[in-house]
């Protein structure tokens, strides 16, 4: 089961990689990590997805609220968070397959962000199953180059980490 950690930590040099470095050495795989600074400049917020059971999601969480930089670990529960995704997808895009590209990227409300003589550039924003479903369709084209961001989350109505 994949479990999605919001992490708030001190904003300085160093704590990405301790919490990284407590990872590996416990063996645990980090499926997708996103950083960034929150609305008070001295707090950065990391988004983790690990999988595991209720017993390795127990043992992460002790184990990263054990570091000093670490303020506070968070479980968000995917029913009660909001959850994006962004993907740029560089396609190969001939004359004759641009416009079936284009309606494509129109149909999951993506971005043209690129064009070139042999390629487009295609930006999506969404959940995990909307990236891999735009994927799955560009790559009948050539998928030249793909780059996707980590997770990131925040829990819905007015709660906060």
């Known amino acids: 089961m994949k479990h999605t950690l919001a992490v708030l930590v001190e904003n300085k040099s160093g704590v990405l990689s301790r919490v990284a470095s407590l990872f590996s050495r416990r ?10 600074v929150t609305e008070d400049p001295e707090i950065s917020r990391m ?5 595991g059971d ?13 570091l000093v930089d670490v303020i506070k670990v968070s479980d968000i529960g995917v ?3 909001v959850e994006r995704e962004l993907a740029l997808i560089k396609v190969s895009a001939d004359v004759t397959a641009r416009a079936e590209i284009i309606q494509i990227a129109n149909i999951f409300r993506a ?3 690129d064009v070139a003589p042999k390629s487009i ?9 909307k990236i ?5 369709l ?3 084209f050539g998928i030249k180059e793909m780059v996707r961001t980590g997770k990131i989350a925040l829990v819905r109505g007015p709660k906060k980490v």
């Open 79 to 81: 029913d009660d968070a």
């Open 132 to 136: 891999d479903a735009i994927e799955k």
């Open 111 to 113: 971005r043209i962000v």
């Open 27 to 36: 063996g645990y795989n980090i499926d997708s990590l996103a950083v960034g």
């Open 54 to 66: 209720d017993q390795v999601l127990e043992q992460v969480t002790k184990q990263l609220n054990k």
């Open 47 to 51: 988004t983790i997805v690990v999988q």
């Open 121 to 129: 550039t295609v930006e999506v924003t969404g959940d995990e199953g």
């Open 138 to 140: 560009l790559r009948q």
